[in-house]
């Protein structure tokens, strides 16, 4: 091992060496073709629909400090437009189009590139299954996007120095079947007397879906004297993928008691001015996503080959037949929301009494404002 270790190391000095002798500068950048780097997931249960377009980039300063600048990251111009189209009888003709308004959101995450403010695209809908108002944000909404039309999407670049292209169907029929909206949650029950955490099991239709994610959101109030402010965490159940996904139905079964009441005290802080805390609400969340997602995430994953060689894999094409990183695709989120009122429990009696006043969360100031353990005087009651 040391013979070799010797023998590399000569190599190298040997080389660089030759190279030296050559070439005095050498070129680590080389020759950087510019690759847009696209991502865009449709999603007809929303109203406002998003693509975020940057670019690679190369140069000779330090590439950490040049990614925590914005525009590095971008083009200098690009418009881009989503078009559906619909077969009617024996023609496929464009329905309706889109061009997409550019904005800049400031809640990205802290990370190796530049935060909190991102630049995307966007363009809006009525989501499908409500009757509210559409966001203000636009005077002339259309209808929801459409089950069986193609969405084709077209991305101009710098003026048409690069035309990048990508198309999707939409996901459909994913829903929550379990648990029921009237049936609250059970993580704590007894066996012969002797309480013990337990799970609740998720189910939902896949419809088209490939990849499905299921997640709950426990919403709650901090209260600083009468004063309340609405805190939240997402809790992430599980995720199937792949050959995981079969049939028309899946099931999750990550919801475990224990894991919960643990999560609460986590994101609970122990700020000596708060006064109480309330359950508001639980939100259950099932995101169906296409195969193309599918493939995207299972050929993205970290790599546990020794040589760590990856393929690599995108829906998107140039017209020029250059390098384009990203996908176009598409998804449908379902959600489920139990809210905590006088009358109504989000958590049945035990686990409602756990969050209240057992030993994993029981220090985090929770009362209830059921009506019924109000009446019956339970210690751990709001008064």
């Not at 200098?76 to 889109?98: C, M, P, Y």
């Not at 929770?366 to 709001?382: K, L, T, Y």
Request: hydrophobic share 35%; glycine share 8%.
């Amino acid at each position: 091992m040391r013979f070799l270790q010797f023998s590399l190391y000569t190599l190298l000095l040997a080389s660089a060496a030759l190279v030296s002798s050559c070439k005095d500068d050498i070129d680590f950048a080389g020759d950087h073709v510019e690759t847009p780097v696209l991502f865009g997931l449709l999603d007809k249960s929303d109203s406002l629909h998003y693509v975020k377009l940057t670019r690679t980039f190369a140069g000779s300063n330090n590439s950490i400090d040049v990614a925590l600048i914005d525009d590095s990251s971008y083009f200098q111009s690009a418009d881009i437009v989503i078009e559906e189209w619909a077969t009617i009888g024996n023609s496929t003709s464009k329905i309706r189009s889109w061009v997409l308004r550019d904005t800049v959101l400031t809640n990205k995450v802290p990370g190796a590139f530049y935060s909190p403010n991102q630049k995307v695209y966007y363009f809006q809908t009525k989501p499908f299954n409500t009757l509210t108002p559409p966001d203000i944000a636009d005077p002339n909404p259309a209808t929801a996007l459409k089950d069986g039309a193609t969405y084709k999407m077209i991305a101009t670049i710098n003026g048409g120095q690069i035309v990048v292209n990508g198309e999707t169907g939409l996901v459909n029929s994913v829903g929550i079947t379990s648990p029921s909206l009237n049936s609250p949650y059970a993580f704590v029950k007894t066996v012969n007397g002797v309480k013990q955490y337990s799970s609740a099991t998720i189910k939902g239709n896949n419809g088209n879906a490939k990849v499905l994610d299921a997640r709950i959101q426990f919403i709650f109030d901090e209260y600083f004297g009468n004063t309340p402010v609405r805190k939240s965490f997402i809790w992430k159940i599980g995720d199937l993928n792949g050959d995981q996904v079969v049939g028309s139905t899946s099931s999750f079964t990550g919801a475990n008691g224990e894991t919960f009441y643990q999560l609460v005290n986590q994101n609970c802080t122990n700020d000596a001015t708060i006064t109480r805390r309330k359950l508001i609400s639980m939100r259950l969340i099932l995101t169906g996503g296409s195969e193309d997602l599918s493939k995207y995430i299972l050929i993205n994953k970290p790599s546990s080959s020794l040589a760590q060689n990856k393929p690599s894999f995108t829906n998107l094409s140039r017209a020029d037949g250059g390098p384009v990183i990203g996908l176009f695709s598409s998804r449908m989120t379902a959600k489920q929301d139990k809210y905590s009122t006088p009358n109504v429990r989000v958590l049945d009696y035990l686990s409602m009494k756990e969050l209240c006043s057992g030993p994993i969360s029981g220090l985090k100031l929770f009362c209830s404002d059921f009506q019924v353990d109000i009446n019956n005087n339970e210690s751990w009651a709001c008064q």
